[in-house]
């Protein structure tokens, strides 16, 4: 909409009815690998963190597949080792009597990435603090 001064009029008034909101769409595809810690630390000294690990994780594939479509997401569990999974059986991931290979998973996942040709490329890591860490 136009609107047009008057005659000696200096002073420029914005109203409501100026302004107009455009969403603009994310354009850009991302990678995304997502590593999902499955060792024992996830139920150790008594604590279930393997239903707050598994809420996250759904939720990122969720969002990421119902956001952003054109995203690329890989999944990666880890234990001793780490290995790729199918976004159909993420929510299925349990805890074994594994140790934490971060450093696995992290290789794994840029490799992964590293292969996506993709400008803008990420990694999330869902695991638990160390118990007692200070």
Same mark, same amino acid.
Request: with cysteine; proline share 3%; net charge negative.
């Given at each position: 909409m136009?609107?047009?001064?008057? &005659? /000696? #009029?200096?002073?420029v008034?914005v109203?409501?009815?100026d302004? *107009?909101?455009h969403?603009?769409?994310?354009?850009? #595809?991302?990678?995304?690998? =997502? =590593?999902? &810690?499955c060792s024992?630390?996830?139920?150790l000294? /008594?604590?279930d963190?393997n239903? *707050?690990?598994a809420?996250? /994780?759904?939720? =990122?594939?969720?969002l990421i #597949? +119902?956001?952003? @479509?054109?995203?690329?997401?890989?999944?990666i569990a880890?234990?001793?080792?780490?290995?790729?999974v @199918?976004l159909?059986?993420?929510p299925?991931l349990?805890? /074994? @009597?594994?140790?934490?290979?971060?450093? *696995?998973?992290?290789e794994?996942?840029r490799?992964?990435? =590293?292969?996506?040709?993709r400008?803008d490329k990420?990694?999330?890591l869902? +695991?638990?603090?160390a118990?007692?860490?200070?």
């Amino acid at each position: 909409m136009r609107r047009s001064l008057s &005659d /000696g #009029q200096t002073d420029v008034t914005v109203r409501e009815e100026d302004l *107009a909101v455009h969403e603009n769409e994310h354009a850009t #595809q991302c990678a995304t690998a =997502l =590593l999902v &810690d499955c060792s024992h630390s996830m139920v150790l000294y /008594g604590e279930d963190r393997n239903d *707050a690990r598994a809420q996250s /994780g759904d939720g =990122l594939v969720e969002l990421i #597949q +119902t956001r952003f @479509p054109k995203d690329r997401l890989n999944v990666i569990a880890f234990g001793d080792d780490a290995k790729e999974v @199918p976004l159909k059986d993420v929510p299925y991931l349990n805890y /074994g @009597p594994y140790h934490t290979n971060t450093k *696995a998973a992290l290789e794994m996942g840029r490799k992964i990435l =590293l292969r996506i040709a993709r400008a803008d490329k990420q990694i999330f890591l869902i +695991t638990t603090a160390a118990h007692g860490a200070g």
